[in-house]
Each structure stands twice: as C-alpha cells, then as structure tokens.
C-alpha cells in the first residue's frame, strides 16, 4: 500500500511514510471488509461514514507539516485511523466526531493501541474544540461547504488547516496557512468526502 499507492503517487516526507508502515490499517475496518483495509479506495464504517482512501490520507497528513512537537486538532474521528497516524507525528491530538457511538469505539480502539496522546471528543466539529486551542496544525476529514470561521480562530499563528471544501459531488482539498492574523489558501486535489455537519457546515437531512 505504502510503496503502490502513497509514494508512488508522490507523498514523499519519510515521517508520513513511516507512519503510514506502523499503523495497521485493518485495524480500523469493520471485519467483513478486512480484506479490502489496503485497497485504494475509501471503506464504510458505518453511520453512513468512511475510512478515506490511503493515498487521501497521505496527502492530507503530509500536508500538515508535522515536526514532532505540535499540537493538532482532527475534524471528524471516524474509525480514529487519521488520529493514530497523527499520534505518531505530533506531540498531542485533539479528535471531535459529532457521532457517539464512532467517537467511544475510536477511543477504545485507539486505548488499546497504545495512542494515548491522542484525545477523543464528542461533538460539532465545526466549532473546533476551544479548551484545547490554539492548533499548530487542524485537519478536517469531511467536506465542508466553506471553511468554518472558528477552525480558523483556533488555528496558531503560522498554523496549517487542511479541509475540503465544496459541493457535495466534488470538493477542493485545500491547504490554509494562517500568518499575521490573515489566512492564504491553495488547492492540492480533487477530492470527494462524506458532508461535515454541523453548525458551520450542512445541514442534517435529520435537524
């Protein structure tokens, strides 16, 4: 996976890489679906959410810019497969899923592990998670239709946010850097993510 689908295709920071060998990736799939854990695609997880795609995965990580000593803030924990990687990268992990029942297996999951510099959080992701705030680094792993304004507010001077951002058919895989107050953006990839809902992002067919 790691040779075919992530260096391959040009993820290159030898952090991620080995990263990227140390998590097990069948780890975080439902056990019907083992099988297909390495495979080049995104895997469901139930609650109507996925695992991403590898190679998503490796681009989103590595445009992060971990060094060692950050404190990072992931939008949307899912089956905590991200937040492993990040455990890995970075000194402390905030993770916020808004779903409950997602975010105490990906707790558990990660517990058993061995992450536990990683911290997992119920609730609106769009709001980001302000006791832990400010972020040297945030990632959204949902799309979102715009970015949402308080990520940006608990983003670190000099911080990077990666989010996608757009419709709900196709998005931009954005890379927002935050300098002097200001935020400059720049598109990486087309992409295509499960909606982030919540207050800064859509609606809930259910609200």
């Known amino acids: 996976m790691v040779q075919e689908q992530i260096r391959d295709r040009g993820i290159r920071c030898p952090r991620v890489l080995d990263a990227m ?8 799939v439902p056990e019907d679906l083992i099988d ?3 495979a080049d695609q995104p895997l469901p997880i139930g609650e109507g959410q996925t695992i991403s795609q590898p190679f998503m995965v490796g681009a989103m990580t590595e445009a992060l810019e971990l060094e ?3 404190r990072v803030l992931e939008v949307g924990t899912g089956s905590g497969y991200q937040a492993a990687l990040l455990a890995l990268l970075a000194r402390e992990v905030h993770s916020v899923e808004s ?21 997992v959080h119920t609730g609106d992701g769009t709001l ?3 006791e832990a705030a400010p972020y040297d680094a945030i990632v959204v792993t949902a799309a979102a239709p715009r970015i949402p304004p308080p990520l940006v507010e608990q983003l670190a001077e000099g911080g990077r946010l ?15 850097r935050k ?9 990486l990839h087309y992409c295509r993510f499960v909606p982030l809902l919540g207050r800064h992002g859509w609606q809930s067919p259910h609200s």
């Open 36 to 38: 297909g854990a390495y």
């Open 68 to 70: 060692g000593e950050e």
């Open 99 to 119: 779903i409950a029942g997602l975010a105490t297996a990906a707790q558990e999951r990660l517990a058993r592990l061995g992450c536990s510099n990683v911290h």
């Open 179 to 187: 300098n002097c107050g200001q935020t400059t953006s720049e598109a």
């Open 162 to 176: 990666v989010i996608p951002v757009g419709p709900a058919t196709e998005q931009e895989l954005l890379l927002v």
């Open 21 to 28: 060998l140390r998590v097990p990736r069948h780890e975080f």
């Open 128 to 130: 980001g998670w302000a």
